[in-house]
């Protein structure tokens, strides 16, 4: 089976540019996560989908980053304008879906490493 | 809301021994779970273990233990017979209605 696909693998930027994250979920996984991992830190939620409808997003910095996941499969993440303080690693991954009385488990894709310079 | 403390930043062993991870976290949900996780160089999360907060018994997955403290909020990882490839970052997690809350980890070298 495969596991979540994400791309680029690593990004440099200039602060003020725009940059994209895209990611594959493991195929029939409803739910698909955004992290961002900052140097030093344990991940940090960003946005949560079930299939293509928002869960959670009270953590993205909503005058910067916006995502979306059309179709409910592939999600695309994106910063514009970039900030130094951007610079992290880009979680993606994806678990089965929402279950009311058990934990579905999330399997993590390889990460971007944005790098705003 | 939640969150997860690991008070070690850095641990250290010989290949072969035993080493325990720390983790305390707080929250007011009664129904949760608790995860470890590992982060090689790669950057890829890998799950080790998994514990239910209803379950009275600590979870074990091969040379992975846990010792689970509900009433202490304490949720430490054993690692015995430890090899080269151990070598990791150590997430602790706590998941509560689908949202998982990382602590910020512990780097784990497994010296030969």
Redesign the interface.
Known sequence: EAGVAQSPRYKIIEKRQSVAFWCNPISGHATLYWYQQILGQGPKLLIQFQNNGVVDDSQLPKDRFSAERLKGVDSTLKIQPAKLEDSAVYLCASSLGLAARSYNEQFFGPGTRLTVL | AQT?TQSQPEMSVQEAETVTLSCTYDTSES?Y?LFWYKQPP??????VI?Q?AYKQQNATENRFSVNFQKAAKSFSLKISDSQLGDTAMY?C?F?GA????????TRLTINP
């Open positions: 997860v129904n779970y790669s950057r890829q999360m890998i799950l998994r239910e997430f997690a998941g689908q949202k998982l809350v990382f602590g910020q980890g």
